[in-house]
Nanobody, 115 residues
Framework: QVQLVESGGGLVQPGGSLRLSCVASGIAFSIYAMGWYRQAPGKQRELVAAITSGGRTNYADSVKGRFGISRDNAKNTVYLQMNSLKSEDTAVYYC?????????WGQGTQVIVSS
């Protein structure tokens, strides 16, 4: 019954910015930590950023200083602001919610960084 729907991906030039959104439904969103993962062709899925229910954040070293994760509990939405994008950021980005007895994923949104 839990659903996560990502949006905001697309094609952007190196150095550009995108903001991804993930809207959750069917769950008490505000009490859960959320994460953004990505999977590039030929690579394993990796954690990009996470945010706790209280707003504490952490980031992969590869994106720290460039990406920002945030949440709006009133909108049941978590965001990933991506700045100074590099070709290495090209991947499908997935939203994740994990808790006791819960492990929910969105369908993914494609990000392509290319000139």
């Amino acid at each position: 019954q839990v659903q996560l729907v990502e949006s905001g991906g697309g094609l952007v030039q190196p150095g550009g910015s995108l903001r991804l959104s993930c809207v959750a439904s069917g769950i008490a969103f505000s009490i859960y930590a959320m994460g953004w993962y990505r999977q590039a062709p030929g690579k394993q899925r990796e954690l990009v950023a996470a945010i706790t229910s209280g707003g504490r954040t952490n980031y992969a070293d590869s994106v720290k200083g460039r990406f920002g994760i945030s949440r709006d509990n009133a909108k049941n939405t978590v965001y990933l602001q991506m700045n100074s994008l590099k070709s290495e950021d090209t991947a499908v980005y997935y939203c994740n919610l994990k808790g006791r007895g819960i492990d929910a994923w969105g369908q993914g949104t494609q990000v392509i960084v290319s000139s």
